[in-house]
């Protein structure tokens, strides 16, 4: 997954002209590389203010890139027609709702 990860990152300089800690003229776009951001399973992925974008190609990238900056809708999450962060077999758990309560009950806690 890293070379795909850096094909990403050369896609993302290429296009934007800019390279890592780098930020674009018309500052909408700065290029910082993080260790992880959680999500292996979709990877390669970016993250563009709150959100996540993942399972890129260089093409989705730069597709991507184009549509934020023209004020385009864009889909959030899997870039492909993965849902959310299912492999191939689709889930293979969690087929249920938790077994509960997980945490205490704090309605019952008075405010101070």
């Known amino acids: 997954r890293l070379v795909r990860l850096y094909d990403i990152m050369s896609a ?7 390279k890592n800690n780098e930020t674009t003229e018309d500052g909408m776009f700065t ?7 959680g999500a292996c399973v979709n ?8 959100h996540f974008y993942e399972d890129l190609t260089p ?4 597709k ?8 385009n809708p864009v889909k959030i999450g ?10 191939p077999q689709g889930r293979t758990s969690l087929f249920g ?13 008075p405010d101070p």
């Open 64 to 71: 991507l890139l184009d549509d934020l900056k023209a004020g």
């Open 78 to 87: 899997p870039q492909n027609d993965r849902i959310n962060s299912l492999g």
């Open 31 to 37: 290029l910082t590389e993080v260790e992880c951001l």
């Open 59 to 62: 093409e989705s990238t730069v």
């Open 43 to 50: 990877a390669p992925m970016v993250q563009i203010n709150d």
């Open 12 to 18: 993302i300089e290429k296009h934007l002209g800019i």
């Open 97 to 109: 709702e938790p077994s509960g309560p997980n945490c205490r009950d704090l309605s019952q806690i």
